[in-house]
């Protein structure tokens, strides 16, 4: 079974200013990949970011970027000078190889900018 | 490119009526999933589909819940009959095939409303 734990229900930053949201997962197995996606006030849900469990560097995406320590089964997601827009909830998501085809997500991190 | 597309955008229904929700996939994904977001329970997934084959729906709440999948480039999600518990919005996504680190391209989503 895998499990994604999100513990942080809400965050606050400045705009401008990094933020990191947190991210911890529970697998058995060796290949995954974990992602990130953030869903606005709309309600769609976009994706952000992606990183493979052997991938050797962290995920960056723009203002996005992941940091993954495999051996602490994290990987959280920092956003680089932060702006208004990025108000939203965050979701972190994993998919093993060995597991089904679909993605677990965490319970989310509602995340607000302020000018 | 299109999206994935779900109609209807909202729905309202009485408790008991039949509800069905639709989607259509990016054309290309062999891979179609259908997840439930609630404030209580998150993101679920209900079902997924490969090649149009049902793979696992094991999160289909109860009998009330059926989900086809006709062709490569349509699925129904039906509740009948419809109870208030069942209120949520409704994603499909789709993805593409042999990587699973592909991402999952979700729709805008079905706000269901059961009175």
């Known amino acids: 079974a895998q499990k994604i734990t999100q513990t942080q229900p809400g965050m606050f930053v400045q705009e401008k200013e990094a933020v990191t949201l947190d991210c911890t997962y529970d697998?058995?197995?060796?290949?995954?990949?974990l992602f990130w996606y953030k869903q606005p006030s709309s309600g769609e849900m976009i994706f952000l970011i992606y990183?493979?469990?052997?991938?050797?560097q962290n995920a960056t995406e723009g203002r996005y970027s992941l940091n993954f320590q495999k051996a602490r089964k994290s990987a959280n997601l920092v956003i680089s000078a932060s702006q208004l827009g990025d108000s939203a909830m965050y979701f972190c998501?994993?998919?093993?190889?060995?597991?089904?085809?679909?993605?677990?997500f965490g319970s989310g991190t509602r995340l607000q900018v302020q000018p | 490119d299109a999206g994935v597309i779900q109609s209807p955008r909202h729905e309202v229904t009485e408790m008991g009526q039949e509800v069905t929700l639709r989607c259509k996939p990016i054309?290309?994904?062999?891979?179609l999933f259908w997840y439930r977001q609630t404030m209580m329970r998150g993101l679920e997934l209900l079902i997924y589909?490969?090649?149009?084959?049902?793979?696992?729906d094991s999160g289909m709440p109860e009998d009330r819940f059926s989900a086809k999948m006709p062709n490569a480039s349509f699925s129904t999600l039906k509740i009948q009959p419809s109870e208030p518990r069942d209120s949520a919005v409704y994603f499909c996504?789709?993805?593409?095939?042999?990587?699973?680190?592909?991402?999952?391209?979700f729709g805008n989503g079905t706000r269901l409303t059961v009175t």
């Open positions: 996504a789709s993805s593409g095939t042999r990587s699973y680190n592909s991402p999952l391209h």
């Open positions: 697998t058995s197995d060796q290949s995954y990949g």
């Open positions: 990183q493979g469990s052997y991938d050797e």
């Open positions: 998501a994993m998919i093993s190889r060995g597991g089904r085809r679909a993605l677990t």
């Open positions: 054309s290309g994904h062999d891979y």
């Open positions: 589909f490969n090649n149009n084959v049902p793979i696992d």
